[in-house]
């Protein structure tokens, strides 16, 4: 699948329709859309044109998760486009999110199916908001070997956060794995590194709503963890009696309770 790298501009604003410029290479044309009623006209008609309303799925889940407030006058945003055809299954949670990395091309699929003989990384989060503490935990599934637990403590803030560190730690781990699947709860983690991570490289950062993404540094150590690996992501939901991450969500709490009980002596 090939990805294309273009270039909006917000010129301005007319009863609640904002000019878009898009530029891709050394053309452009102008769309209009009003994100209270999420309609696109085009008020260009070249090859460029045509060539975005081919991929006018992906330009409006763009312009859709856009803040409202983030159209105004003068806002730039560079963003991609790719060949694939329009999927509404993309967005499947219960399929398998395939990152193909292995040659540093960041192929994002899906899939009904998982690949055989992974080794498996496991991997929950918790943060206490009142003892300002958090815990993660993951467990190691490797074919045929026993599995492997480990549990650790984080001052760092927020679920979202503790739940990616996780990850951080599982990949670290497991450096010397090219294929592996990774077993999470946690939409932030697999939308993050599959959907949001690409764009944010390509705007020194910043999203969509021309803010600096949160927790930089560590997206750009997932960044370093997931060249050249293939990388399967499922999503289980939490508290879903699912064995592995039951025992992780127990063991990530059992760091902040022991931490409480620390404090309490």
């Known amino acids: 699948m090939e990805y294309h790298s273009l270039h909006m501009h917000i010129l301005g604003e007319k009863e609640g329709f904002f000019s878009i410029e898009i530029s891709y290479h ?4 102008i769309i209009t859309f009003s994100p209270s009623e999420k309609a696109i006209k085009y008020l260009s008609d070249n090859n ?3 060539f975005i309303k081919l991929r006018e799925f992906q330009l409006r889940k763009l312009l859709h998760n856009k803040r409202p407030q983030s159209y105004y006058a003068g806002f730039t945003l560079n963003f991609v486009l790719h060949d694939g055809l329009p999927d509404v299954s ?3 949670r219960n399929k398998i999110t395939v990152l193909n990395n292995l040659e540093n ?3 994002v699929s899906k899939s009904n199916n998982k690949a055989e003989g992974l080794t498996e990384l496991f991997t929950d989060g918790s943060y206490n908001q009142e003892l300002k503490t958090g815990g ?3 467990i190691i599934k490797k074919p045929g070997k026993d599995l492997q637990l480990y549990h650790f403590k984080t001052q760092k803030k927020g679920n979202n956060l503790i739940e990616l560190l996780a990850i951080i730690k599982g990949l670290e781990i497991l450096k010397d794995e090219i294929k592996l699947r990774i077993i999470t709860d946690s939409q932030y983690v697999i939308k993050g590194i599959t959907e949001w991570l690409p764009l944010w490289k390509i705007n020194n950062f910043y999203t969509a709503n021309g803010t600096k993404a949160k927790n930089i540094g560590d997206w750009k150590k997932v960044d370093h963890l997931i060249k050249n690996r293939y990388i399967e992501f499922e999503w289980v939901k939490s508290h879903s009696e699912h064995f592995e991450n039951t025992i992780c ?3 990530a709490k059992s760091v902040i309770n022991i931490n409480k009980d620390e ?3």
């Open 26 to 29: 050394d053309e452009k044309c």
């Open 48 to 50: 460029l044109s045509q």
């Open 90 to 92: 993309f967005y499947d």
């Open 105 to 107: 091309k960041f192929l």
């Open 136 to 138: 993660y935990a993951l």
């Open 249 to 251: 969500d127990m063991k």
């Open 263 to 265: 404090k309490n002596k």
